[in-house]
């Protein structure tokens, strides 16, 4: 479990990291044969378990859902974990069990698109004219910027990127609380334990405690894709059906609904 240093003013119950860090992997129903399994990025956990919910009354197959962030879930797959179907925040960790032969390549595809966004809660006072005039250190007024760990985790990472490619990183790198996925971040930010975050478009979207201040510029980190390939081939008919309707315009129209840019046009 990841240790986040805490200071009176960042966390105020001593409770929080453990109620976070719960969610770090958490999965909805219980394990049956017929189940499919799906590891999916921390940040799509509500778009997720909709689609999940909607899949399920289309075709009758049930879906295991697995949450975390996408490197974490990458080296579980690696290991053995039983996920028939892998959706990444980041084509990084969908490289690397592709070089490890651990997907089917064939399978492989973008499924939706996101932006980054820097949120707060929903009752905060500040304002951001622009990404241009972003001045992070003095919004901050000495409290900490919630973010993604920058070494591994998708959103932490883009977060580093884009604050690099502002002239902001240096200056707010030992104010940030580093947190194990996407879904921590925004747990942090609607609990205002910390006043701002960076987080994705999609979040405002999915969770009515935060709203989004600003989107950072597209050109200012890599793009953010959430890649999704089968485990292994040939697909079984269960994860083809799946596959065929998260990439059909069923899917897109609720992936539109929840902040996303579905790659198909629903």
Do not use: C
Request: charged share 20%; net charge positive; no cysteine.
């Amino acid at each position: 479990m990841a240790i986040i240093r805490r200071t009176g003013s960042q966390v105020r119950h001593a409770g929080l990291a453990l109620s976070v860090a719960a969610l770090s992997l958490g999965s909805i129903g219980t394990t049956h044969a017929d189940q499919i399994g799906v590891f999916a990025a921390a940040s799509t956990m509500v778009v997720m378990r909709d689609l999940a919910a909607d899949f399920n009354r289309r075709s009758g197959h049930r879906l295991r859902l697995t949450f975390a962030a996408s490197s974490t879930l990458a080296r579980q797959i690696e290991r053995g974990a039983p996920a028939q179907l892998f959706l990444s925040a980041n084509r990084a960790w969908m490289d690397y069990l592709d070089t490890r032969g651990q997907i089917d390549r064939a399978s492989r595809t973008i499924l939706m698109n996101n932006q980054l966004a820097l949120i707060a809660p929903n009752q905060t006072e500040l304002t951001v004219t622009s990404a241009a005039a972003l001045d992070l250190p003095t919004l901050l007024a000495g409290d900490r910027l919630a973010i993604g760990d920058p070494d591994h985790v998708p959103v932490g990472i883009y977060a580093k990127q884009a604050l690099t490619s502002l002239g902001l990183w240096r200056k707010v790198a030992d104010h940030t609380i580093r947190l194990p996925n996407a879904r921590q971040v925004v747990i942090f930010v609607a609990r205002n334990e910390t006043p701002l975050g960076i987080g994705y478009g999609s979040d405002a979207v999915s969770d009515p405690s935060i709203r989004t201040l600003v989107l950072f510029p597209a050109d200012a980190h890599e793009p953010i894709a959430y890649s999704m390939a089968a485990t292994a081939a040939p697909l079984s008919p269960a994860v083809e059906s799946l596959r065929d309707y998260l990439t059909g315009p069923d899917a897109a129209a609720i992936i539109k609904a929840h902040g996303f840019k579905p790659v198909a046009e629903p």
